[in-house]
């Protein structure tokens, strides 16, 4: 019985528990903790009040499966009415708040008022800070504890290696006393969140004893650094994988792309449990096959937090915010996490009133809630905010320095994101592969080639991290758009890797850029090579010809397009006022005060053109009259959504625009003079950077 139950099969552990013909507290207890260790609370309620009579035991299943389910006020007021509090009843509530992100609870009201902490008390409180990512408050209470068993020890070396600190990780395995598999597991498990899965596998090797766990952190690790193929092989060497390695399978296979697979995977699992159900899931959600995720979700009959708040952030990221708030506000017992994925649904979603408000109405914040909060004003161009919110974190890990790095090179301070750098390791945090990739984005955006070079060089030299592709990418970038085309071409025939979509596109943009039709040709058609069916290379060659005055080539791309059925994506700008998101695509008609709109802009075209601005129509690749070429550009997405808050907004606050491609030369000379006539900063985030025009100059300093 107790076999079938810790597998999930609860049907025929209940069976047998039927067939019993005299039940003792034993065989009680074990299909109560069958029930709710797997989030069948309603049987598990049955069950329990069936029992004849109830033992420590009895009364801690209980706790601790309403704890794992959520329903903190279930596992109280269970707690309050056991007649002897041991410290297993404790414990239990220690982990059910700390797994549900409320660690101060876990900490003030229940931890703090224990009668007697044993190494396990301990050992749950350490893990509740290191679960949250709270390393200074993991390693302050590892100082005080008595006594330091290996479960302390491994919580240590988890959290050090899943916020970067990977040489600490390594301090601390070295200084462990006696180790067991736990511990060897946690350094394959930091070795491989930090991307050092050489590292994993040598860990691995050298392991006196394996069992599934050690397995199941290498599947993991493979699966972090792109391998899937390795994962699935390790996978298939057990003899009979369980559950738990299945499900860590499944997510192996959705980190990827492989969805068909991973439903295969889960389809290999007899009884399901409620975590292979959630992996599924955030499966479907990760492809935005919304319909399947509702439908897996629907399927759970005892839902846990995880399902609820995975399903509230499929429809915010696919940008359903009215699901996704519903699915929010049926949540029966909601955590610190349903609330970070509202907070990221509506920031994401340009409503920064409302996530402002979640925010600060939150009781209780983790270290994912303020660096959420900080990347979402960052990546939305308020970076005064954003710094200020920064300082006032209580705990930083590297993911919200990360951020803060990122938002700083997206809005173009190059030279501040450095800064930060240099201001995060003096604080002894250690920058990892992302840190590296906002600081090249950095020097990218502002032609800081030295400093880019510098950084590049430093990642294996002084930091042990061995640069991706995407790193080369940018570095690539950093030198193209700098006019340095000749040594970004050897950069990528050079690099480590085949040249991909990313090389290639960034050495076409530059060519473009600087006028080189013969690089740029070459690079063009090596990316058409992968995908002769998006419209970007195309769209970048014909520029280039037009620009260079070579408008026969620049038409012998676009009839190519035609004759391959390629379309170009149309521009679309959105823009949030009054609470309400408006979209405006190039050239359609749709809005519904689009007279209004054509009025304004019409009367702003003809301002600007008395103050000395002149379109630009070397932007437009169709074969029509200078005239109708301005015409053209005047509808670009985002003039469109500026004349629109022109005459739907305050006269003097702020525009902000959301645009999905990166702007053109024209919108970027327009949108200076619009700055100064409107008296208006307006604030864009094209496809690839944000753009602060202000009184007539934008932030990018015209080179973007």
Not at 205 to 228: C, F, K
Not at 314 to 337: T, W
Request: with cysteine; net charge negative; hydrophobic share 40%.
């Amino acid at each position: 019985m107790q076999v079938y139950s810790e597998n999930g099969d609860l049907g025929s552990a209940k069976a047998i528990f039927d067939q019993i013909p005299s039940h003792n507290v034993v065989s009680w207890n074990s299909l109560i903790a069958g029930f709710s260790q797997h989030g069948f609370m309603s049987n598990a309620d049955e069950i329990f009040a069936r029992m004849p009579r109830w033992s420590s035991s009895s009364w801690n299943s209980m706790i601790t499966g309403y704890a794992q389910s959520g329903d903190l006020a279930g596992a109280t007021a269970m707690f309050d009415r056991t007649p002897e509090h041991n410290v297993i009843s404790w414990n239990a509530l220690i982990t059910g708040y700390s797994d549900n992100r409320m660690i101060p609870e876990a900490k003030g009201v229940i931890f703090d008022e224990m009668p007697r902490r044993e190494e396990v008390s301990w050992n749950a409180l350490l893990s509740a800070y290191a679960q949250a990512g709270h390393v200074h408050l993991a390693r302050s209470t590892f100082e005080r504890m008595p006594r330091h068993d290996v479960v302390a020890w491994t919580a240590l070396i988890a959290v050090s290696g899943q916020n970067g600190q990977l040489e600490e990780a390594e301090v601390l395995y070295d200084l462990i006393p006696e180790r067991d598999l736990v511990a060897w597991t946690a350094l394959i498990q930091a070795y491989g969140v930090n991307g050092q899965l050489t590292e994993s596998k040598r860990v691995y090797a050298l392991m006196p004893e394996r069992n599934r766990v050690s397995h199941t952190a290498m599947i993991i690790a493979y699966s972090q650094n792109g391998e899937v193929v390795q994962a699935r092989k390790m996978l298939d060497t057990l003899p009979d994988p369980d559950q738990s390695t299945r499900t860590s399978m499944i997510v192996a296979y959705a980190q990827n792309g492989y969805i068909k697979d991973a439903r295969e995977m889960f389809d290999s699992i007899k009884n399901p449990d409620v975590i292979a159900c959630n992996a599924m899931m955030e499966a479907y959600s990760s492809a935005q096959m919304l319909d399947h995720a509702k439908a897996m979700f629907d399927s759970i009959k005892q839902k846990t937090l995880v399902s609820w708040n995975t399903m509230v952030a499929a429809y915010a990221q696919a940008g359903n915010l009215d699901e996704a708030k519903s699915i929010f506000d049926s949540i029966p017992h909601k955590n610190v996490v349903s609330h970070n994925v509202m907070v990221v649904a509506y920031a994401h979603n340009m409503d920064l009133a409302e996530a402002r408000r979640i925010f600060y109405s939150m009781d209780e914040k983790d270290t994912v809630t303020w660096t959420a909060m900080v990347a979402m004003l960052a990546q939305h161009g308020r970076l005064a905010e954003a710094q200020e919110l920064f300082a006032k974190m209580p705990y930083r890990n590297v993911v919200s320095w990360n951020s803060l790095i990122a938002g700083m090179a997206s809005c173009g301070h190059g030279m501040a994101a450095v800064r930060y750098l240099y201001v995060m390791r003096n604080e002894g945090a250690k920058p990892d592969h992302i840190t590296f990739m906002g600081i090249l984005i950095a020097c990218s955006h502002v032609g800081l080639v030295e400093e880019g070079w510098t950084h590049f060089t430093s990642m294996q030299g002084d930091h042990g991290l061995i640069p991706w592709r995407e790193h080369y990418c940018r570095m690539v970038d950093v030198l193209g758009r700098a006019g340095q085309l000749g040594a970004a071409r050897e950069l990528l025939e050079t690099m480590p890797f085949i040249p991909d979509v990313g090389a290639w596109g960034s050495l076409l943009g530059s060519c473009k850029t600087h006028s080189d039709v013969k690089l740029g040709t070459r690079a063009a058609e090596s990316l058409l090579q992968f995908d002769d069916q998006s419209s970007g290379p195309y769209v970048l060659l014909a520029n280039m010809y037009s620009s260079v005055g070579r408008v026969a080539d620049a038409l012998a791309v676009r009839n190519r397009m035609k004759a391959r059925g390629v379309k170009k994506q149309p521009g679309v700008s959105l823009i949030r006022v009054d609470g309400v998101l408006h979209r405006f695509v190039a050239g359609e008609a749709s809005h519904p005060r689009h007279q209004e709109i054509l009025s304004e802009l019409s009367r702003l075209q003809e301002l600007m053109k008395k103050a000395g601005y002149q379109p630009d129509t070397k932007a437009v690749l169709h074969s029509v009259l200078d005239e109708e070429k301005e015409v053209l550009l005047s509808y670009h997405s985002e003039k469109l959504a500026i004349a629109f808050a022109s005459i739907a907004c305050e006269p003097g606050t702020p525009i902000r625009i959301m645009k999905n491609l990166r702007v053109c030369s024209d919108c970027h000379t327009a949108t200076k003079f619009l700055s100064k006539l409107l008296q208006r900063e307006i604030i864009v985030r094209d496809g690839y950077r944000f753009h602060n025009f202000e009184n007539g100059t934008c932030s990018c300093g015209d080179y973007w």
